[in-house]
């Protein structure tokens, strides 16, 4: 079974940085897309960035610049850098692993964790 941890969400002053973690076990990582979403109270669930299995990362208009999505397959770890954190930026983030292949849809989520921006 495959199981995604997040890690690393708290309480942050605006202009303040957070590192979210995602573990990701029980099926090989590397041939995943990985990404992170966030949903904010009262909102939809939104993409924010994606890392590609072929190294390609894609960011929402709303982030680029600020945050850096990356991975370690080596520890099959994908990873949310978030600088310049605005009040905006709050919401539960949750990891997401997805693959369609063949017509095949593997798509997994972790359960996310907090992130808070506010004075």
């Known amino acids: 079974q495959v199981q995604l941890v997040e890690s690393g969400g708290g309480l942050v002053q605006p202009g303040g940085s957070l590192r979210l973690s995602c573990a990701v076990s029980g099926s090989i990582f590397s041939i995943y897309t990985m990404g992170w979403y966030r949903q904010a109270p009262g909102k939809q669930r939104e993409l924010v960035a994606t890392?590609?299995?072929?190294?390609?990362?894609n960011y929402a208009d709303s982030v680029k610049g600020r945050f850096t999505i990356s991975r370690d397959n080596a520890k099959n770890t994908v990873y949310l850098q978030m600088n310049s954190l605005k009040p905006e930026d709050t919401a539960v983030y949750t990891c997401?692993?997805?693959?369609?292949?063949?017509?095949?849809?593997?798509?997994?989520w972790g359960q996310g964790t907090q992130v808070t921006v506010s004075s």
């Open positions: 890392f590609t299995s072929g190294g390609s990362a």
């Open positions: 997401n692993a997805y693959r369609l292949r063949y017509g095949i849809l593997s798509d997994y």
